[in-house]
C-alpha cells in the first residue's frame, strides 16, 4: 500500500512536469499564495483540490472541526505567517457538512482529548439551545456545521493578526465557506469581510440568515 502511494507521486510528478517543465524549479524557488486555508482535518477535504489550485497556490492549516481558538498557538502562529509574512490576500475559513468534530458535540460521544478540543463547540451548542430546540432534528447537524462556521469566522476576525492587519490598512479579507462532501459543492456562509466591515453586524446578519434558512424547513 505505501508503496503505491509512492508510485503514484513518482506519476503525479512526472504528470505535472510533462504540462510545464519548470513547475518544480518555480515552487522551490518561492511561496506567494493568495489564498491562507483553515479547514478541518476530515480527509474528505482537500483544500488544493476543491477549489482547483495547484501547491505553491493556497497555504493550508487544518485541525478538527476548523476551530479557531486564540490559545492554539498552532493555528495562530500559521495565521500570522500566512498574513504578516506570506501577505495572503484571503483567509478562508471552511468547514463541511457532516463534521465528525460537530457531531461529536451535538451527541456528547467520550473521546478523551478530543472532548477537550472541541469545547468550544460545546459552548456554541449551549449559546444556540434555544434556537436548536425549534429546529428538526435531522436538520441540527447541518444547521451546526453553518453556526459553526460563522463562529470560527467571527473569532478569526477578533485575533490580534486580523485586527492589526486591518489598522494598518493591510488588504486581506476573511470569508466563511462550508462545503457540501455529498455533492463536492462549496456554499458562502459569510462572503467577504474586511477593515470596513461592522463585524457585529456580520456576525448577526449571518446568524439570521442561516436561522431563518432552517427553521423554514419542515
Known sequence: MIDQLLLNNRRWAATVKQE???????????QTPKFFWIGCCDSRVPANQIIGLMPG???VHRNIANIVNNADINCISALQYAVDVLKVRHVILCGHYGCGGV???????GHDIIDY????????LTRHEKLLSQISPDAVSHFMCEVNVIEQTYELCRTKVI??????????SVHGWVYGIHDGLLQEVIPHVNHQTDIEQMYDAA??????KYLSQP
Open 117 to 124: 478540543w472541541i469545547w468550544d463547540i460545546k459552548a456554541i
Open 57 to 59: 497556490e493556497v497555504f
Open 20 to 30: 510545464n517543465p519548470n513547475f518544480f524549479i518555480e515552487l522551490s524557488k518561492q
Open 163 to 172: 485586527r492589526e492587519a486591518w489598522q494598518r490598512e493591510q488588504p486581506v
Open 103 to 109: 457531531e461529536a458535540a451535538i451527541h456528547g460521544e
Open 207 to 212: 446568524l439570521t440568515a442561516v436561522s431563518q
